[in-house]
């Protein structure tokens, strides 16, 4: 059974990060550009970032076991990153444009999960996944992943995913030797089982050979100081059933997260006095608190995400 006191972390550390991410918003960091276009020369930093807030809110309303101060704050980023993307209409034009690329559905994806839905959008994603084109896009396999779960969470229907296939292409699904993990496949690992798993909704979809091997670094970066890889990897002690690793990772994160709920990503350099610089460098490591708390809570209560 879970301990009662790592929930209780995991709970504030989770909502506290949420406050920091809507209090950002407020003062106005994460907005796009009034000129910005659909030819995004660099996407992840146009609006990576409102699709990562819309992420970690959509999971909070769909799991429902916040308190009704953190839902309200979720629909708020949500509202927030849908007006800044034009209703959608940003994302439509540029997957029209650019019919190959990948970003404009998995933006789309974490508010169509919230109710969010853009008719022409869906209409075109149902057009596009008849191409052999998108089939055959080369990306990297857990992005190809990411793709896959997007299509699944917002109901497309033509032509289904081989999962099996997709989850042995990755690294997590050849169980290579441990010690030749390095820091971006730590990343690639996290994503694997987010995917398989959709965010926890799913655990029993990630195949039982990778469960071990992937709960075996939490201590190595946790030492080294990696909180936003660390955070990832709380989550996904969750997606794959019942917290097990214990309070160490969740009072790690605690001891560093700030008063306002800003969490530093690493501890290779100090944090940013310019509140717009900090929100940059250290929003994604509240976007994993929030998932990581929204998740772990979930799955002690007995998985609310199941029918997502």
């Not at 809507?22 to 907005?31: E, P």
């Not at 034009?86 to 439509?92: A, F, S, V």
């Not at 800003?262 to 929003?283: G, M």
Request: aromatic content about 8%.
């Amino acid at each position: 059974m879970t301990d009662h006191r790592l929930l209780a972390t995991a709970q504030q550390l989770g909502s506290r990060a949420m406050a920091w991410l809507h209090a950002s918003h407020d003062q106005g960091f994460g907005r796009l550009s009034d000129d910005i276009t659909i030819d995004l020369a660099d996407p992840n930093n146009a609006y990576k970032p409102l699709g990562e807030c819309a992420l970690a809110a959509s999971l909070v309303l769909r799991d429902g076991v916040t308190g009704p101060h953190d839902a309200r704050i979720a629909r708020e980023l949500l509202d927030f990153g849908w007006t800044q993307l034009r209703e959608g209409n940003l994302l439509y034009e540029r997957q029209l444009r650019h019919l190959v690329m990948t970003d404009p559905l998995e933006t789309y994806v974490h508010f169509a999960r919230a109710g969010y839905r853009h008719p022409a959008m869906d209409e075109l994603l149902e057009s596009l996944g008849r191409l052999r084109a998108v089939r055959a896009a080369e990306i990297l396999p857990s992005r190809r992943l990411a793709v896959a779960n997007a299509r699944r969470v917002v109901g497309l229907r033509n032509q289904p995913d081989d999962w099996a296939a997709l989850a042995a292409g990755t690294w997590l699904g050849a169980t290579p030797e441990p010690w030749a993990v390095d820091w971006m496949t730590g990343y690639d690992i996290t994503h694997t089982v987010f995917h398989l798993t959709d965010w926890g909704a799913r655990p029993e979809d990630l195949p039982e050979p990778m469960r071990d091997y992937v709960r075996a670094w939490l201590d190595i970066w946790l030492e080294v100081g990696q909180w936003d890889l660390a955070g990832e990897l709380l989550v996904v002690d969750s997606c794959i059933g019942e917290p097990v690793t214990g309070l160490q990772g969740w009072e790690a994160l605690a001891a560093v997260q700030r008063e306002d709920g800003l969490i530093p990503r690493d501890n290779s350099e100090p944090v940013a006095e310019d509140p717009a610089q900090a929100f940059q460098d250290h929003e994604h490591t509240a976007v994993v608190a929030v998932v990581a708390g929204t998740v772990t809570l979930s799955r002690a209560l007995g998985g609310a995400a199941v029918a997502a």
